[in-house]
């Protein structure tokens, strides 16, 4: 009995070192200045890709952007709850006829990043959006996971299948990703040169499509920056479990992405607009958005445009060499 008392005793002490080397390690004012720059300058933005003018003498670029989560949030969290499905079955069942119908109206293009496991459950939806012909499939993870919590080898493995998932299902491959959650790992960037990725849409460093940096390297990878801002789920997410709850009108963020609006087209950039159609979808907030639309075409020198199409044009602007 003594024998087994020490040993239990021995793993506990051994245990308990265990974690406050990890807790030491955890301290970030034990990095030393090399250490804080490699963390730092593993991904950073590079030179702003504006060009000199949009196409048709355009003022601003505008990219709508549908993220086409359905059930895959609560599936990555194993969250199996048909009421918390059913919330994901109405992005498919309503929200997304509903945006296509309101696209259509105004004849304008947009990009839906589409987690691969959503493909498979709405395959009609993907050819609904894909058929007319002017809309982008871009990727967004396999299952919606957290890429921060992945190995390299877990996280490339799901990219690459929910690459060949949407090229199969889509007839074209994806040309850029939008991260689920805009969750950007060490290795992601490092992945999405491997699949040869024209472009991502998750990071925030700029306000301005840029190049991606690689530890100081330029990439020719295009950034076209997202912000929570111009994201739906901060204004108009709900958690019956959470004590925070959202209070305001689809009138109050109208204003706020207006004058988002208004500012990009004042500098002459992008206007970079993030929705979910499980969120954006219902009624109140799609007659907001057809409002939002209908302000930025009071402009009449907007370029309205799917991600692929922005990153290509200012790809193009970025390798012009100019003549001696």
């Not at 300058?41 to 949009?54: Q, S």
């Not at 990555?76 to 929200?95: K, W």
């Not at 080898?153 to 850029?176: C, I, N, V, Y």
Request: with cysteine; charged share 25%.
């Amino acid at each position: 009995m003594k024998k087994d008392a020490l040993m239990v005793f021995c793993l506990l002490f051994l245990l308990v070192i265990a974690a406050v080397s990890a807790q030491e390690a955890k301290k970030p004012w034990l990095l030393s200045l090399d250490q804080i720059n490699s963390v730092v300058n593993k991904v950073r933005a590079g030179k702003d890709l504006t060009p000199p003018a949009w196409p048709d003498g355009a003022k601003v670029a505008v990219a709508l952007s549908f993220d086409f989560d359905a059930e895959t949030n609560a599936l990555r969290d194993s969250d199996y709850s048909p009421g918390i499905l059913s919330q994901g079955e109405y992005a498919a069942r309503v929200a997304i006829p509903r945006i296509l119908a309101l696209l259509d109206k105004y004849r304008i293009p947009a990009s839906f990043f589409v987690p691969a496991v959503t493909a498979l459950l709405h395959p009609e939806e993907i050819k609904a959006i894909t058929a007319k012909g002017r809309h982008e499939i871009g990727m967004h993870g396999w299952i919606h996971e957290r890429n921060s919590l992945l190995s390299e080898e877990e996280e490339r493995d799901l990219m690459r299948k929910s690459f060949d998932t949407l090229k199969a299902m889509a007839g074209k491959p994806p040309t850029g990703i939008r991260t689920p959650s805009w969750d950007f790992s060490p290795s992601t960037l490092k992945i999405i040169r491997e699949l040869g990725l024209l472009y991502d849409s998750s990071l925030m460093a700029d306000d301005r499509p840029y190049e991606l940096l690689e530890d100081g390297k330029p990439t020719g990878v295009v950034e076209l920056p997202v912000e929570w801002l111009l994201d739906d789920y901060p204004y108009f997410g709900f958690d019956r479990y959470s004590a925070v709850r959202p209070h305001i009108t689809p009138n109050e963020v109208f204003e706020i992405w207006a004058a988002e609006f208004d500012k990009a087209h004042e500098e002459g950039t992008v206007f970079v607009l993030t929705m979910h159609p499980k969120i954006i979808g219902h009624r109140s907030r799609i007659v907001m958005l057809e409002k939002l639309i209908e302000h930025m075409l009071a402009r009449k020198n907007v370029w309205f445009a799917t991600h692929e199409a922005i990153a290509r044009y200012v790809k193009k602007q970025m390798t012009k060499v100019p003549a001696p």
